[in-house]
């Protein structure tokens, strides 16, 4: 009987093999259980755990976590995002009050929260945003805040209540390139994130915001997207490789080698950046307690430029 060679299916794409420089230490450690512990105890939602993020073992080995409010149900269905999207549960108006009793218990100098996009609501989630921040900051006096959030479908009155709660840093993030926005980020706009960060800088806030690469874009439009945050306002960008969550989710169409990573990071700082991170396994809220510092990478970005090369 002759043998068959085994034939893939017409329909079955090659996918992109992950190299040497994504791989990730599995989370072990005592602070990783606590923080863990913490989490599981509050019944709260952290995006480490529901976005699948590379550097939870890094995060919470550390003390830190990035909770998410309003629940860990989107009513957006983002190609990208690892988060599960459907009918979301009612508000759960003691929330913000868990969230603030976490943090004060994880005794973090530094925190970062995000939220699930929560459409159906007429305000989009800003009254339990509001009363988060005011929590957080009366029972964790000394602990500076990052809030990274959605777009509120571009309702200026809604984004005032986050301004108006003060955290020290405001995220929005991009995302992606102008070009791939309607496929990566379906029910969002580019140019309306993009004057949500300049509602936000115009407010006095902190403003930051994040890409991922390996999704298809180009050299050249991932430059504009830089200089684009920056004429809208934007202080800090992150630029970090996308990973395919699961089968359902985006592929990958390239991995970016860490060179590139360091380009992009020199020419934020040149296009005017307050603070660019760039890395393959850069997130949101990778390094954010340093984000908080006007000032802060500008300075080492500059003191590198002076050291001379071996």
Known sequence: MTELPVVPAVNEKARVKKPDWLRVKLPIGEEYKHVRGLVDTH??????????????????????????????????????????????EPVDWDEPQRVAEAINLMKVKHAVITSVDRDELKDGGAAIWFNTIRAVKTLNPDTTLETLIGDFKGNKPDIQRVIEAAPEVVSHNIETVERLTRQVRIQAKYWRSMEVIRT???????????????????????????????????????????????????????????????????????LGLDYVESGPLVRSSYHSERHVFAGLGRKQWEMDKKVPAL
């Open 43 to 88: 019944k709260l939602h952290t995006i480490c755990e529901s976005g699948n993020c590379p550097n939870m073992g890094e995060c919470w080995g550390s003390g830190t976590a990035t909770f998410m409010i309003l629940g860990n149900v989107c009513t957006r269905s983002c190609g990208f995002c690892a988060v599960a999207t459907g009918r979301p």
């Open 200 to 270: 936000l800088k115009e407010g006095g806030r902190r403003t930051k915001s994040g890409i991922m690469l390996g999704l298809g874009e180009t050299k050249e439009e991932v430059i504009q997207t830089l200089r684009d945050l920056h004429d809208n306002g934007c202080d800090v960008v992150t630029i970090g490789q996308y990973l395919q969550p699961t089968q359902k989710h985006l592929p990958v169409q390239r991995f970016v080698h860490p060179d590139e990573f360091a380009e992009y990071r020199e020419i934020g700082y040149s």
